[in-house]
């Protein structure tokens, strides 16, 4: 996809790999060398809200995370690498792409933070780590990623290419419009309601950001380049519940499945990619698509 260069001062961005370099926080007891695929599988985009919940006990124990700016500006944590300035030039087009999306229903927009990590990292939803996959926090609206993560996606589960990373930012985006919209609250309200339906729920609101994807892509749609769409629903076919498990050597329990299936990842990414309609991204009134 080709993107335009990001303007760093329209771009809130945070960096913990520390004055711009790749410098590990903390133990590093879970590197790259050591993630487990089924445990990409169980995390892997981020917040799956019985998860978050735990999490946030977690901060409630131990205080607010730190938040700190880590002393390199936007431009200088968004130029570390090429893909952090992939990052940076997909953020400010989903930035684009939904602020006139809210002005145009008379909804309060604000933007998400990207906060790049290496390997080990803080939150306010609690230790942020690579193992986990990128996530969006909800109470600090910010989207987490260890760029390293892309080559692990790439290597272990055969989704590479820059639209495949694209489609990783673009979901943990569709969680923020989620945490604007009121959605992801009332998800976690119907989750703690009926402990039994937690995880249907929670696919019904991972498909919605796959959804999301689609429609931010579609509204960039002279900016896709041949491959990309193939690119995407590759990802999105690796990334399902039931391809994970299987190959984790699991049999695939739907009852465990928190994000959908590779065929309804794959369906509710294609269908924002076709309508360009966030109308259309109503998975909750679809409960079997
Ligand atoms: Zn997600």
Redesign the pocket.
Known sequence: MRLNDFDPDDLRVRDQRGGGGRLPIGGGKLGIGTIVIALIGYFV???DPMQMIGNLQQVEQSGPAAEQQGGATVAESCNVDALSKEACNALASLNATWQPIFSAAGARFEQPILNFYAQNGSSGCGAAQSAMGPFYCPTDNGIYIDTDFYREMEQKLGAGGDFARMYVMA??YG?HIQTLTGVSDKVRAAQSRNPDAANPISVRL?LQ?DCYAGVWAARNRDRIEPGDIEEGMTAAHAIGDDTLMKNAGQRPVEAAFT?GTSEQRMTWLRKGLETGDVDQCDTFANPRA
């Open positions: 985009f981020g917040v979901h943990e969680h991972e950001a994000h």
